[in-house]
């Protein structure tokens, strides 16, 4: 009886350990991410859990009885069952395409292996999670890959990996098309300095990589040559960089052979351009002579700013740096552009040194009368019929000042704003205000032209400094305003903006003889 007892308790303690194992396979089942599936006939769904429903969206009763198969992308049906019949012997671990209910295909990652069943029945376990996002990284990256080595192979610069021994370790095709290599085996394992003509004169390689630790780009040109002794010239060009989880230089070479080539063409270009220069320093002789009559300071511009000689030779010391043939054309037209601007620009130079020589004479000005007589002189200047002209004289102390120089700034401003008045606008038009400030006048000439760039306000008062290219003019016209007004003892602010307008305030002193008599 005992006996019975016992058994009957140890039958149910196992029932119990049963129970308590199925229900935490039943709970793994429930909530495990990946489809854990059972199969016969080796690919036919026994059971499912639960999760196939939220990876694939099939419940997992309308999968029982049917074949993985019948699911699988038809151009991996045999690759799954020879897997399947693998799974047979040994566990195996494949990829796949399983359609989804949604009626697209997911690729899927399965691990599978034959077990035996409690009746004798062999069948499969598969373990089978969704890789979709992973095989799509990696085709990115294999994509990204070979658009890489496709850049690096078709480059048309030599392009070597250099390690930290100084010893090639991989090369494009352009580098053994260049330095005439069978194979990269011919090029690979060498010393990468090996090729150049000049080594004693190179920088050592650990400079380079110190240099390269603070600045990524060591660049210089090299006289090289190939495996079968042709010599040529190439644009050298180091970075460090991490390949291969190793810290290496990425070494590009560009043959500049034909530039170097066109050096001796540049050579005549230079030597005719020295020979023009020669001329140009006789006609500098000759303007020295034509302007003995000025002051010094006049002569000091005509010699040191006589824009188109000046302009000249610096355009030489340019071609001389320069390798481009059509560029150094360019800079010889302009040089021939510069001298045909010569009498344009002694003749401001003689304005300004009117300015500069003449004593200032101070005389009672009547504005009205001053501002009638630049714009009735300026009437037929381009652009003034369609102008509105407004002036507000708010003035009404007696002002002393020299009405010569008044008439220099009031007619440079004025016509500026004719000149570039913005005939786009409804109604262009230039303003002449006049009020009276503290210790003398504000002249503010305001307009709604084309404006003038910020980049350029801080320039336009510099001698033959031109804030545009749409206009003519010699770049003096504002630098003598300035000097006038400095004369005058006055200053000058400028407000403008590009596309709306300018407007100069040029603040004046009372220069009455009353007031002189008193300043110290």
């Not at 396979?25 to 026994?46: C, G, K, P, Q, W």
């Not at 994509?143 to 370790?169: C, G, K, P, W, Y």
């Not at 042709?230 to 990425?250: C, D, H, M, P, Y």
Request: aromatic fraction near 8%; include cysteine.
């Amino acid at each position: 009886m005992a006996y019975i007892l016992a058994n009957i308790f140890q039958r149910a303690e196992m029932d119990e350990k049963l129970r308590q194992n199925e229900q935490l396979y039943r709970m793994l089942a429930d909530n495990t991410t990946d489809i854990i599936s059972l199969h016969e006939s080796e690919t036919e769904f026994v059971y499912a859990t639960p999760s196939i429903f939220n990876v694939l969206g099939y419940p997992p009763e309308e999968l029982q009885g049917q074949k993985a198969s019948d699911f699988v992308h038809p151009e991996d049906v045999n690759y799954l069952i020879e897997k399947a019949q693998e799974a047979q012997t040994s566990p195996v671990q494949f990829l796949h395409r399983f359609l989804h209910k949604d009626g697209y295909y997911t690729w899927m990652e399965t691990s599978a292996r034959a077990f035996t069943s409690l009746g004798g029945e062999t069948k499969l376990v598969a373990v089978t999670r969704d890789v979709g996002e992973r095989v799509h990284t990696q085709a990115l990256l294999e994509e990204n890959r070979t658009f890489l080595q496709l850049i690096f192979e078709e480059s048309t610069s030599a392009i070597f990996v250099v390690d930290t021994e100084h010893l090639i370790v991989d090369c494009n095709g352009r580098a053994m098309e260049l330095f005439e290599a069978e194979s990269k085996q011919e090029l690979l394992g060498k010393l990468g300095f090996s090729f150049e003509v000049e080594m004693e004169r190179l920088p050592n390689f650990d400079k380079i990589s110190k240099v390269l630790s603070l600045n990524p780009v060591n660049n210089r040109q090299v006289k090289y040559k190939s495996l079968k002794g042709k010599l040529f010239w190439g644009n050298f060009e180091a970075r460090a960089i991490t390949w291969q989880s190793q810290q290496v230089f990425l070494i590009t070479i560009t043959d500049i052979t034909a530039l170097k080539e066109a050096e001796g063409q540049i050579e005549n270009l230079l030597k005719e351009a020295v020979k023009l220069n020669q001329k140009l320093q006789i006609q500098n002789q000759e303007l020295r002579q034509a302007n003995e009559e000025l002051d010094r300071f006049v002569y000091s511009v005509s010699h040191d700013l006589r824009a188109p000689l000046t302009s000249a030779m610096g355009l030489i010391e340019v071609c001389m740096d320069e390798n481009q043939i059509d560029t150094i054309k360019e800079y010889l037209a302009l040089q021939n552009k510069s001298l045909r601007k010569l009498d344009e620009f002694i003749h401001e130079i003689v304005h300004y040194s009117r300015n500069s020589r003449t004593q200032i004479l101070p005389k009672s000005i009547d504005f009205h009368q001053l501002i009638e007589g630049v714009l009735e002189r300026l009437q037929f200047t381009e652009n003034s019929p369609h102008v509105r002209k407004i002036i507000e004289i708010a003035s009404g102390r007696a002002f002393f000042s020299d009405a010569h120089r008044l008439e220099i700034i009031l007619g440079n401003l004025i016509s500026n704003a004719i000149r570039y008045a913005d005939l786009q606008k409804a109604e262009p038009y230039l303003k002449v205000k006049v009020q009276d400030e503290a210790e003398g006048v504000c002249l503010e000439v305001s307009d709604n032209g084309l404006g003038i760039g910020e980049e350029h306000q801080q320039h336009i008062f510099e001698m033959f400094y031109r804030a545009t290219h749409q206009h003519s003019g010699s770049g003096l016209g504002l630098y003598i305003l300035q000097e006038a007004v400095r004369k005058i003892q006055g200053r000058i602010e400028l407000r403008s903006v590009l596309g709306e307008g300018s407007a100069f305030f040029i603040h004046l002193p009372d220069l009455s003889p009353r007031l002189q008599v008193t300043k110290p």
